[in-house]
């Protein structure tokens, strides 16, 4: 009586672990249909020397605020960073800057952002490697490429096959500071 | 007693094992695909009408899934050029995958006139641009490496330093087959 239990509780729990690995596969596999948000790039860098110098503007900020906006059928987000440091350019620690980014939502109208390019979060640090744009607004490099994650004083990039996240994957601020020194 | 709720634990995990079994075999057999051909519409006034056409058609020639014109409300993918400002890139595509499947139901291509304008595209890699965008409708992805001539090199460097063609490689078309058999 008790074995036959047992059987019960241990095919269950086979049961719960397939599920597990099904649920998470099928949502592995709908992330995959997704990539069809795609772009092909104006400009993309192979090396972190070339990166440095085509930016007009290299910072560490905050998010503090984040505006949706539409462009005919696309929505685009103003994204206002607080600058914490500036490493090339001339913006003063404290400063507000606006960056574009592509993707968001408005109402029902809504524009994935590209997978390699997601959302900044407001309240979350970065490291931007930027060029301005002739409206004003600040663009990340290479689409994606000029954009790393700060948390803990490490930098992390989103999409670490590529050339240049592949470089800059794990370093920390000061060693960026060197980087960009060096260039100079 | 005690059994009884063991027993009856079991078959509901069961149950729900075989509906979510089903349903990951579902998407993996039919995700990231149109499940039937593919209605596009594109306004007369966009400014790259003829290009959109033509290399739908270029598509058309080497895929068994078929992109075919008809009206913007009919249509499940819409084709469009427009200013949308300086932005870093210069083609965005998106085909929004059903929920429960991941089968294609719609999407939409977008160039911009404004960064295609400032990076002053010449025809060939106008028509390499539209041609790749038309690829991701179809399923295709990025390539990231430059060890195949395609049509969905990530930037324009394929075309512009690598010399790869416009219309879509032997390696694109082999990998539509795995997508379409």
Not at chain 2, 82 to 95: A, E, N, S, V
Request: with cysteine; hydrophobic share 30%; aromatic share 14%.
């Amino acid at each position: 009586m008790k074995n036959k239990t047992n059987i019960y509780i241990a095919m269950t729990l086979i049961l719960i672990v397939v599920s597990i690995a099904s649920v998470s596969l099928f949502y592995t596999k709908s992330n995959i249909h997704k990539s069809g948000s795609s772009a092909v790039w104006a400009h993309q860098y192979d090396d972190v020397k070339t990166l440095i110098e085509n930016s007009d503007l290299i910072i560490s900020g905050k998010v503090v605020e984040s505006v949706p906006e539409l462009r005919y059928d696309m929505v685009f987000t103003k994204q206002y960073i607080s600058v914490d440091s500036c490493k090339k350019g001339s913006v003063a620690k404290g400063e507000i800057i606006e960056v574009s980014q592509t993707g968001g939502e408005i109402g029902t109208k809504k524009t994935e952002p590209f997978d390699v390019a997601p959302l900044f979060k407001n309240g979350e640090e970065y490291m931007l490697f930027l060029h301005k744009a002739p409206e004003g607004y600040y663009l990340e490099m290479g689409g994606y490429q000029g954009t790393g994650k700060i948390s803990n004083g490490k930098i992390s990039y989103k999409f670490e096959e590529d050339k240049i996240n592949k470089q800059l994957k794990g370093r920390n601020i000061k060693e960026i500071d060197e980087l960009v020194s060096k260039s100079k | 007693m005690k059994e009884k709720v063991v027993k009856r634990i079991f078959f509901a995990s069961l149950v729900i094992t075989i509906v979510l079994t089903s349903m990951t075999t579902y998407a993996y057999l039919l995700g990231g695909k149109w499940a039937s051909n593919i209605s596009y519409y594109v306004s007369s006034s966009d400014p790259y009408y003829s290009k959109f056409n033509a290399r739908a058609t270029t598509w058309n020639n080497v895929c068994s899934r078929k992109f075919y014109q008809s009206t913007l409300t009919n249509s499940v993918v819409s084709f469009t050029g427009y200013d949308y400002g300086t932005t870093d890139w210069l083609g965005y595509t998106y085909c929004g995958p059903n929920m429960y499947s991941g089968t294609y139901t719609y999407g939409n291509v977008q160039i911009n006139t404004r960064t295609v304008g400032s990076n002053n595209l010449n025809d060939g890699q106008l028509t390499y641009l539209i041609t790749h965008e038309l690829g991701h409708v179809l399923g295709l992805n990025d390539d990231y490496t430059y060890n195949n001539p395609t049509v969905m090199y990530k930037d324009l460097s394929g075309y512009n330093s690598h010399g790869y063609s416009y219309n879509p490689s032997q390696y694109n078309i082999n990998d539509l087959k795995t997508i379409y058999p």
